[in-house]
């Protein structure tokens, strides 16, 4: 399977816990994206990674959150003292960065339940 | 803040009748894209859009952009069962930006 992996697909914490969540990207794909998304909503735009540098993070993205993209390969997301609002299906994306990689392609999620 | 704006928010239909969902915008997009999504898993890209006045086809799905890029109709054709699910439109507004701009999506049940 050559498509975008995520893990675990769902964790259950209790608050004030800190949890991290990996993304795997199309392997030749060199921009990824997270985005969250709440129950009976779209999913909101949370950070962007080109190759290794974070290039774009939302207001979403509270200092309790952080990016990371190593070697600009895979990609975690680690939330810090977690709240019971940040529950929410965490999803990562990839594209490609030729002829202007608009399609973004994204993993079945993190499901995050914050007892 | 750039919205996307979905209608309608559900719709229940019979299986073989033909439905159309919409999504608009008070900006211009330089790209829109057209998402399913099934319960507990992520979306799945349908089609992507980017000249004013496109139509493009995918089986008994048609996608059209509107001219001035601001709006995006989906329409479906005899809808079956396995149409189910949550239609949801994403836009690219320009610049630099390369995050998607999600509308809230257009939860489609249909009926055997």
């Known amino acids: 399977d050559t498509g975008v992996s995520q893990d675990p697909r769902h964790k259950i914490t209790k608050r004030g816990q800190n949890v991290t969540f990996r993304c795997d990207p199309i392997?030749?794909?060199?921009?990824l994206y997270w985005y969250r998304q709440t129950l009976g909503q779209g999913p909101e735009f949370l950070t962007y990674?080109?190759?290794?540098?974070?290039?774009?993070k939302s207001r979403l993205l509270s200092d309790r959150f952080s990016a990371e993209r190593p070697k600009g390969s895979f990609s975690t997301l680690e939330i810090q003292r977690t709240e019971q609002g940040d529950s929410a299906m965490y999803l990562c994306?990839?594209?490609?960065?030729?002829?202007?990689?608009?399609?973004?392609?994204f993993g079945p999620g993190t499901r995050l339940t914050v007892l | 803040t750039q919205l996307l704006e979905q209608s309608p928010q559900f719709l229940s239909i019979q299986e073989g009748e033909n439905l159309t969902v919409y999504c608009n915008s008070s900006?211009?997009?330089?790209?829109l894209q057209w998402y399913r999504q099934e319960p507990g898993e992520g979306p799945v890209l349908l089609v992507t859009?980017?000249?004013?006045?496109e139509v493009k086809k995918l089986k008994r799905l048609t996608f059209q952009f509107g001219d001035a890029r601001k709006d995006s109709s989906l329409h479906i054709t005899a809808a079956q069962p396995g149409d189910t699910g949550l239609y949801l439109c994403?836009?690219?507004?320009?610049?630099?930006?390369?995050?998607?701009?999600f509308g809230s999506g257009t939860q489609l049940t249909v009926l055997p």
């Open positions: 392997s030749e794909h060199n921009r």
């Open positions: 859009v980017v000249t004013g006045g």
């Open positions: 994403a836009g690219v507004f320009g610049g630099s930006a390369r995050q998607l701009t």
């Open positions: 990674f080109q190759n290794e540098a974070q290039l774009e």
């Open positions: 994306a990839s594209s490609s960065g030729l002829a202007g990689g608009v399609e973004q392609f």
């Open positions: 900006s211009v997009f330089s790209s």
